[in-house]
Nanobody, 125 residues
């Protein structure tokens, strides 16, 4: 069955960096828009960043602009999220997703066809 498996989460101090990875299996990411979402305790899931498969167009939530970078390596069938200058408010479970919906719909309206199981990111001193 189709799978998305995240890795790279963990505990990091404020101001630190992490790189999340998401490996796809049993399907090819080439034709899907991809995205990263997060859900903090007691809060709704939010779209952090999404990327188009066709033209590389990206979406970033205002809270992460200039700090996070989404990328994809189609040869490795893997998606990445580079997170710099991390803040305590970035603490959440991070999920990767793949969708045929547009980048805007995917990230703003929380729409995806496939979801990973999530990886915990904790930013704390």
């Amino acid at each position: 069955q189709v799978q998305l498996v995240e890795s790279g989460g963990g505990l990091v101090q404020p101001g630190g960096s992490l790189r999340l990875s998401c490996a796809a299996s049993r399907f090819t990411l080439d034709y899907y828009n991809i995205g990263w979402f997060r859900q903090a305790p007691g809060k709704e899931r939010e779209g952090v960043s999404c990327m188009s498969s066709s033209d590389g167009r990206t979406y970033y939530a205002d809270s992460v602009k200039s700090r996070f970078t989404i990328s994809r390596d189609n040869a490795k069938n893997t998606v990445y999220l580079q997170m710099n200058s991390l803040k305590p408010e970035d603490t959440a479970v991070y999920y990767c997703a793949a969708s045929i919906a547009t980048v805007q719909v995917m990230c703003v309206r929380d729409r995806a066809d496939y979801w990973g199981q999530g990886t915990q990111v904790t930013v704390s001193s």
